[in-house]
């Protein structure tokens, strides 16, 4: 089930990818159709996203046995989180305004602080990558749903994050 829950992340990291680069192709040629299907591929993108947060809770909760646990217990789950909060906002002001070119804008920095959500470990660990094997491994690493420390097992937690993003 982990292992479907990263295929389920990875879709929705490859459906924002693909959402934010036709955004930017609206932004320098104009064509509806493109804005269309950028912001079909969001819609997409953000029901992975949110399968994504909803299963990665139930293999806390359920297979891990954390029963305070909620998808926003560490920095990749933040930044995940971060950016789905992003892509929601942005899909109800394009809900309303119809503003495509924001798109170009708004996606690029939504893909921005999720792709930093994947890599943020290696900033902290750069002298410890000796080639692309400890590259992989360290990226996987971080996707890891998180053991607690005990301050951290606590209501607060699931309250504090999403409302800080919001």
């Not at 591929?41 to 909620?70: E, K, N, P, Q, W």
């Not at 989180?81 to 503003?99: D, E, N």
Request: glycine share 4%.
């Amino acid at each position: 089930m982990e292992l479907f829950e990263k295929y389920i992340f990875n879709s929705a990291y490859i459906a924002y990818t693909l959402s934010a680069l036709c955004y930017l192709y609206y932004a320098v040629k104009k064509k509806e159709s493109i804005g269309g299907l950028a912001f079909i591929l969001v819609l997409l993108a953000c029901a992975l996203h949110f399968s994504d947060l909803a299963m990665r809770a139930y293999i806390g909760r359920v297979l891990h046995h954390l029963t305070d646990y909620v998808p926003w217990s560490n920095w990749f789950e933040s930044f995940s989180l971060f950016s789905f909060v992003i892509a929601v906002t942005f899909i109800c002001v394009q809900s309303i305004y119809k503003l495509p070119i924001l798109g170009s804008f708004v996606l690029t920095l939504q893909w921005i602080i999720l792709s930093f959500s994947l890599s943020y470990p290696l900033f902290g660990q750069m002298g410890q990558i000796h080639g692309a094997a400890d590259f992989y491994q360290m990226m996987t690493t971080s996707r890891n749903i998180p053991q607690l420390m005990p301050a951290l097992l606590s209501i607060w937690m699931a309250i504090h994050v999403p409302m800080m993003f919001i």
